[in-house]
């Protein structure tokens, strides 16, 4: 069964986190995903707040920018959050804008190359194995977590580029799909990441997170239309409706390989509590 979350965008104040996770928690919702886009917010922060602020809710972060953490320090926090709320975090790591990591000093020459490091180096670090690296980016001397997570968990990665899908089959449990991403989109990624799997002779299970712009309500069409010229997106990339034409989109992105379908607001959304009781209690029953 696919799984079915959204989207709190960073643009909501943090003050207004509080109410809208409770909502998604009374309302059923499966995963509420969290960004952390620079310079909106931590997405380390406020995934904390939320899984503790709520019962049930697993909590997602899509992504965290490789270049503005020290591996180490991220396995920490990743750690932490596997240790206080089992089984109820996902927490993705990426390459970041580059733009944005100019702009803070971090801009890495080879993100590919970064991101390979980091990765390695995190899965051992969250296995709980004593990690010694001298890459072109990673360095740590006898590092090892006093406190890993009680079961390593899986890692997930964001991508967009031919050469990091395959480098999220070879190095990653599962991939994270920005919105804009079309079905047909959905289905060469799966193909690269694929080719990554096979090269690194890995044949467990991979998640493939997809974000789909979703409007639904007053000015559905219109808000929908306006996000996806702005972001150079084609208007199949996205869906305006009712909860049986998002549902009936939720299929379409299913059949083309996402696990997980997490409907994103445009960033005009003029109710996020009530996007998110919709997708719990108007999407979600229609998906089986």
Not at 175 to 188: C, K, N, Q
Request: with cysteine; hydrophobic share 45%; aromatic share 4%.
């Amino acid at each position: 069964m696919t799984v079915l979350g959204a989207v709190s965008l960073p643009q909501l104040p943090p003050e207004r986190l509080r109410d809208l996770a409770r909502v998604a928690d009374d309302a059923g919702l499966e995963e509420l995903w969290l960004w952390e886009d620079c310079f909106w917010g931590s997405g380390v922060a406020t995934a904390a707040a939320v899984l503790g602020w709520t019962g049930r809710l697993r909590v997602g972060v899509g992504l965290l920018p490789v270049p503005l953490r020290n591996v180490a320090l991220a396995a920490m926090e990743i750690a932490a959050l596997h240790r206080l709320f089992p089984g109820r975090a996902t927490i993705g790591v990426g390459h970041g804008v580059q733009d944005w990591m100019a702009q803070v000093g971090a801009k890495a020459e080879s993100p590919v190359t970064l991101l390979r490091e980091h990765l390695a180096a995190l899965r051992a670090l969250l296995g709980g194995e004593e990690v010694t690296a001298d890459g072109r980016y990673v360095h740590l001397d006898k590092v090892k977590l006093d406190w890993p997570p009680r079961t390593p968990p899986p890692i997930v990665a964001g991508a967009t580029g031919p050469c990091t899908l395959r480098l999220c089959g070879e190095a990653a449990d599962g991939t994270i799909l920005t919105a804009g991403t079309a079905p047909d989109d959905v289905r060469e990624a799966r193909r690269l990441v694929d080719e990554g799997r096979a090269a690194a002779g890995r044949t467990g299970p991979h998640q493939m997170i997809v974000y789909l712009l979703t409007a639904t309500g007053q000015g559905a069409e219109e808000r929908l239309a306006a996000q996806l010229r702005r972001a150079g997106h084609d208007r199949t990339a996205g869906v305006a409706g009712d909860a049986r034409t998002v549902a009936d989109a939720v299929r379409r992105w299913a059949d083309a390989g996402a696990t997980t379908v997490v409907l994103e607001p445009t960033g005009d959304e003029p109710d996020p509590e009530g996007f998110v009781r919709f997708a719990a209690g108007q999407v979600r029953p229609l998906l089986g």
